[in-house]
């Protein structure tokens, strides 16, 4: 069911992508949009204050084992997006999204089977993914 969700938008996305259908305007306004999501993160934690962020250097001993390095995560991110900052990174990362799928249909790539290839591999490699 969830391949169709992904084909009907990406297919969505083909039949709407009108004025920027080439791939050099796509990928400008992937990064575009990519900033703008970037930008209504950071709004959330500097103009509205729903989000605070509190971030220091993490000191980890230098013989510590991988599976140990968890224990060394840092808390940084404190409170939710408010509904009105919520709102606007879901709309951003919708764009985001939209021109993601526009690359996708530009060079005939399933949205569907990036997503597969990429959980199938996270879920063989887990935490030695390296992201």
């Known amino acids: 069911m969830k391949d169709v969700i992904y084909d009907e938008f990406q297919n969505k996305v083909d039949e709407v992508l009108i004025r920027h259908a080439n791939l050099l305007d796509i990928l400008s ?19 509205c204050g729903c989000v605070t962020l509190n971030v220091a250097k993490v000191d980890i001993p230098e013989n510590l084992s991988y599976d140990a ?40 790539i399933s949205m569907y089977d990036v997503l597969l290839k990429e959980y199938k591999k996270i879920s063989t490699l887990g935490r030695y993914s390296l992201y």
Do not use: Q
């Open 69 to 108: 390095l968890k224990e060394y995560k840092s808390e940084h991110l404190h409170g939710k997006p408010c509904p009105v900052c919520r709102e606007k990174i879901e709309e951003e990362l919708g764009r985001l999204e939209f021109y993601i799928a526009a690359i996708c249909n530009t060079l005939d």
């Open 29 to 47: 306004k992937m990064g575009d949009a990519a900033s703008k999501t970037n930008r209504s993160v950071i709004k959330s934690i500097t103009n």
